[in-house]
């Protein structure tokens, strides 16, 4: 049997008791570039076991406060349809629990609309990091193609706010051109600190259900060279922590929906490791803005070896 998959090796809480849920979902079906992105999650986790406990932004010990589990993976079966797997992720989804964070680790990015749906179903806004816009209505045949998850949530009426966009097809251009439903922050524009900051000011006045959708390759590649489809350009490190920190520092904002996708694990490993740090600053900073920092220390972290 498997080992059931941890985060900093600690023991999963009870799903039904827990503040932070991450559900691993190694899809690989549609990757027209780079492949290994099913092996993300694992390898994701993996690398957690060598952070420390601590957190230094936030200046606390999360899991001391504040319990979390790693779900069981959705993974695709054998002569299963993409329609028939996209369901029934959007089942499985469906029945988490709606207080707790939710952090799905993709696997590519083709798995958002379906958990966004499930989680969001009454609408929102997608904060939506990446390389690319992602807004073909198809590609290859298939709605369900890593290309086009922007398509399908917009089509459903989410508003979307794409950041880091360095790579798009002309039809995608005008789509972003004739809809007031679509912000686009360009990759080029934000390298410029004025630009950037009227970004974190727009996040800063965002309010209701928000969505957080990272593809990996949204960062600089001389970062995270482990990506399915890198491009020249993209965030810094701490572009993308001012980012996580503008919406979770917004009291008028109800973030509880993370994905972390398209990591391609790669030998240097510091694409994982990357990825590992920015799920615990995810559930630091949203921790501590919840006021977890406050509650008894009953978490995941009590009782274990810290040495």
Request: with cysteine.
């Amino acid at each position: 049997m498997k080992r059931a998959m941890q985060f900093l090796s600690l023991p999963n809480a009870a799903p039904a008791e827990a503040d932070v849920l991450i559900l691993p979902v190694p899809h690989e079906q549609t990757v027209t570039y780079k492949a290994g992105t099913a092996n993300g999650p694992e390898a994701i986790l993996a690398a957690s076991e060598q952070l420390e406990f601590f957190e230094e932004d936030m200046a606390w010990c999360p899991l001391q406060q504040m319990k979390l589990a790693v779900l069981p993976a959705v993974e695709a079966v054998a002569n299963e349809s993409e329609e028939v797997f996209h369901r029934r992720l959007f089942e499985t989804v469906e029945q988490l629990s709606s207080d707790a964070l939710l952090i799905a680790l993709g696997g590519e990015h083709s798995i958002t609309p379906e958990m966004l749906f499930a989680r969001l179903p009454a609408g929102g806004t997608v904060v939506h990091v990446d390389a690319h816009a992602d807004l073909r209505p198809r590609y290859q045949g298939s709605i369900y193609n890593h290309a086009c998850p922007m398509h399908r949530i917009r089509a459903r009426g989410y508003r979307l706010i794409q950041v880091g966009i360095r790579s798009l097809h002309a039809n995608e251009a005008a789509q972003i051109e004739s809809d007031d439903g679509i912000t686009v922050w360009f990759d080029r524009a934000l390298q410029r600190p004025g630009v950037w900051q009227q970004l974190l000011e727009q996040l800063a006045c965002l309010s209701g259900p928000v969505w957080l959708s990272i593809d990996m390759d949204g960062f600089d590649p001389a970062l995270i060279a482990g990506v399915g489809t890198p491009q020249p350009g993209g965030l810094s490190w701490h572009q993308g922590l001012d980012l996580l920190q503008a919406l979770t520092t917004n009291r008028a904002v109800d973030l509880r929906n993370i994905d972390i996708v398209e990591l391609v694990p790669e030998p240097s490993r510091v694409s994982e490791m990357m990825a590992a740090k920015l799920v615990q600053k995810c559930i630091s900073y949203w921790g501590k803005s919840q006021g977890f920092a406050q509650r008894p220390a009953q978490g995941s972290q009590i009782g274990a070896d810290d040495e």
